[in-house]
């Protein structure tokens, strides 16, 4: 067992290993190179009968844990979307774990509370969303997207199915885009609606939904007796950060009394640009709305910003009251344990206030506007190489492209090839990319986003991708 002497001790190890890691992340392989099992072998099946020296059980985790991570944290970091952290973030996860308060009512924790509720506003604010939003902190934008369906569920109904399940209520429909997130369908499959009740609306060639395509699809919904609810809009598509057109699906849902809902889990951390906030013209018009700052705002998962345009909707749909839970406050305070899934809650408006505080929201707009420069260059850079197609406007920091060298349109043998090339670039443990497909193209993913990575970095990925797709030739 540890004491607090030796706690003291290993807790200087620790961030001074924190540190070297931070500073050597370099040195490691970005994408893990174990095979599966391999870690799952240096585990014992059962656990200690006794307590094992700290210094035993860090030897272990340098030996055993650290060659099974994949970095994110890597400067060559280029797949999914990143999930970035920052040293003041790391330090404020620290002290959450310290407190280890549990914050699902403001007196279990008022300053866990009032400052969720003030850098919500914080964020409101910075990226230019309505200022009668509320935003409370969900884990994740798959919760926010489950919390916005039940949400969109109760106020349809009048609270109906809270109070009596599902019997008796029509057939309701809800609608995305082809190229929405998974967690969309998902949501819908938890919130009851069954998966087939989900219409995936066709999109535009910038693979954006087509609003006439929405609109037709609630007419006939209608003529045949369904009862149309919710449309979930997608601000930065995952497959290519395709933006679709708020305004104009606001006024359809608005014609036909639906509830919206927008899902910019990557992109919302961008809104802290005001030149690209265009992307979000219309969102006065919708009902909720996440953005994940543990994507691209430096803050470590999980910490998704979620909000609504009424919040006394989202507390009733939630909220439950056993004794134990009844305080003198009452509802003159924000009870977060109301305003989602979760009854017990972590204290993660703590990092979020380090980072805005640390970064202040000039470097925040910098570093992330020198983002999209970088992933523009590297757009560019494969648009002007002839052996190289990019394949989908890349308004953020993500470009999509493919190696076509011989300008084939095989696109069997052009998918395989690009497979083979991204199996290849993630071995070379140099950096990490990510594909999609995109209609029937096996497509490679560039993303910037990553707090360590500079503009040279995005060059050696450049570099690295295409040497890589040379020696496949031969
Ligand atoms: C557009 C979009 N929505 C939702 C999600 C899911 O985010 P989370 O992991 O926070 O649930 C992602 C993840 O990449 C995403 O890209």
Redesign the pocket.
């Known amino acids: 067992m540890i004491n607090l002497n030796d706690f003291r001790t290993h807790g200087h190890q620790l961030i001074d290993w924190v540190a070297d890691y931070f500073e050597n992340i370099q040195t490691y392989p970005v994408q893990s190179q174990v095979a599966p099992g391999d870690i799952l072998q240096q585990l014992p099946a059962a656990a200690p009968a006794h307590g094992e020296d700290f210094d035993r059980i860090f030897e272990d985790f340098q030996k055993i844990i650290m060659p099974g991570i994949t970095h994110w944290q890597h400067p060559g970091w280029h797949g999914?979307?990143t999930a970035n952290n920052s040293y003041p973030s790391v330090l404020a996860e620290l002290l959450t774990a310290a407190l280890g308060a549990q914050c699902m009512s403001w007196s279990t924790s008022p300053a866990a509370t009032e400052l969720e509720q003030r850098v919500m506003e914080w964020l409101r604010d910075m990226t230019g969303l309505p200022r009668h939003f509320s935003g409370v902190i969900q884990d994740?934008?798959?919760?926010a997207t489950l919390v916005s369906l039940l949400t969109a569920r109760e106020t349809k109904t009048n609270y109906a199915i809270n109070a009596g399940g599902f019997q008796s209520q029509p057939s309701f429909t809800l609608y995305c885009s082809e190229q929405a997130?998974s967690?969309i369908e998902r949501a819908v499959k938890i919130a009851g609606f069954g998966r087939e009740s989900l219409r995936k609306i066709a999109v535009d060639e910038n693979f954006a939904l087509l609003p006439t395509a929405l609109d037709e699809a609630i007419i006939s919904d209608l003529s045949a007796g369904h009862v149309p609810l919710a449309v979930i809009a997608?601000i930065?598509?995952?497959g290519s950060t395709a933006v679709d057109p708020l305004k104009e699906i606001g006024t359809i849902c608005q014609k036909h009394n639906l509830w919206l809902h927008v899902?910019a889990?990557?992109a919302g951390s961008a809104m802290v640009l005001p030149e690209l906030r265009y992307m979000i013209d219309g969102v006065e018009m919708t009902d909720s709305y996440v953005f994940?700052p543990?994507?691209w705002m430096f803050t470590n998962f999980d910490a998704?910003a979620y909000f609504v345009a009424d919040k006394a909707a989202l507390i009733r749909t939630f909220e439950i009251l056993p004794e134990y839970l009844k305080t003198k406050e009452g509802d003159t305070v924000n009870n977060y344990r109301d305003w989602g899934i979760q009854l017990g809650r972590r204290f993660r408006a703590l990092k979020l206030w380090f980072v805005i505080r640390s970064y202040g929201v000039d470097a925040l707009r910098q570093t992330i506007g020198n983002h999209i420069r970088w992933a523009t260059d590297f757009g560019r850079w494969v648009d002007e190489d002839a052996q190289w197609e990019l394949l989908a406007p890349a308004p953020l920091a993500t470009a999509c492209f493919r190696y076509n060298p011989h300008r084939s349109d095989d696109e069997a043998a052009l998918n395989k090839l690009n497979q083979r090339l991204l199996e290849s670039v993630n071995r070379s443990g140099m950096i990490f990319i990510s594909h999609t497909t995109l209609g029937t193209k096996y497509t490679l993913r560039m993303v910037v986003g990553q707090t360590h990575t500079q503009q040279h970095h995005v060059a050696l990925a450049w570099e690295v991708i295409k040497t890589t797709a040379r020696k496949l030739e031969h």
């Open positions: 999914y979307f994740s934008a798959s919760t997130h967690s997608a930065g598509t995952t899902d889990a990557w994940n543990h994507k998704s």
